[in-house]
């Protein structure tokens, strides 16, 4: 054999795997069908910005053994998540707090917010959709204001028609407090994404621009021990079963000449009528003051959700019942492999945010490494 590990994919589940394999003196080959490293955190340099291709990415985590992991390689800058609501003109502080609380109704002390609230969940009696869900949960203002039609834009759907367990809990705080995550240690990489993919991959044999399921797969196969897969757990399996369900974006980058676009990285429309759900602007990935924040020019993204398609990228797993069904089929096939190794949110058919990622790409490595070694 010539590698140890074939590992398909080059995303943070491969490229974390890859490292702490080659790291203990193990051969790793990892083989992406795109034509670049990274998988979904992957940004391009436009105009000296890091645009993040896929979709905004913040890295946030309370995890201290991932917080240790990734400081190893790439230093934080101290980018605190703090998004706007734009609906209809009007601009309303994200996560739900005493901002949007005082934005919407005026109210000044938790007290006056907690009754408010009470007052339009008191409507609600059963929850049979997401609707009621959000309506018990928030009010009607708020729901109607900042929930329903993003929402309806995310999923293709009325809210009546979706379940229930997708908001099963919304953030409320009843604090002067923008902050979207709760997690200790929050940042954007110094530099960019890249260079932590950059440093994970670093003395590890890579190949970009090869699909595994090209033709060559056997051949592939044979070259190492143990194949990892970060791909689609379905295509792996041929779809045997069916095709899992995923939902898409599509996203509108664009250069515009003036230094400062709309003062957030990130502005969500929560109305119906504007067909985007947000538009980023990346250079507020940035501190104020540094380099990149300071260029004459910016990059903005409008991102469009869409269904999903053959040959479109898949971004969210549907995890309604008939797809957990189809994984577990998939799952129960997994289970029977002895040289391979399914991780990441393809494989798993899971959303995991990127210290989740790692979290199971070391737990991953851990467990494969307790078997090998085996007497
Ligand atoms: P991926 O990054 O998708 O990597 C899989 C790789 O496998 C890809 O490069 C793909 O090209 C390759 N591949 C697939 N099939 C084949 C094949 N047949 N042959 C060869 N190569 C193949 N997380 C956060 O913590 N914070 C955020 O703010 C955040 N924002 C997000 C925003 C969006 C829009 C989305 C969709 C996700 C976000 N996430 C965020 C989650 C984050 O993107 C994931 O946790 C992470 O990218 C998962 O890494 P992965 O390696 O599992 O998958």
New binding site residues.
Partial sequence: MTYDYLI????????TFARLATDSGKRCLV????SH?????YCEDVEGIHVHQ???????TSDKKVWAFVNRFVEFNRFT?MTVANYKGRLFNLPFNMNTFYGMWGVRTPEEAHAMIEAQRGEIKDITNLEEQAISLVGRDIYEALIKGYTEKQWGRSCKDLPSFIIRRLPVRYTFDNNYFNDTYQGIPIGGYNVLIDKLLEGVEVKTD????DGLESQWRSLADTLVF???ID?FYHHRFGELQYRS?RFEHEVLHTPNYQGIAIMNFTDRETPYTRIVEHKHFEMMGSEVNNLPMTVISR?YPQAYLPGYEA??PVNDDSNSRLYAQYQALAEQEEHVIF?????EYK???????IARAMACWDDNKKIATKP
């Fill in positions: 398909v994919g080059s995303g943070l589940f491969g490229a083989i992406d069908k795109r490293v990274g998988g979904n955190v896929y979709g905004p990415h913040i890295f946030h998540l090869i699909d595994f399921f970060t791909g689609k295509d974006l991102e971004y969210y991780g990441g949110r393809l494989a959303y995991y945010d990127m210290d989740d990622t």
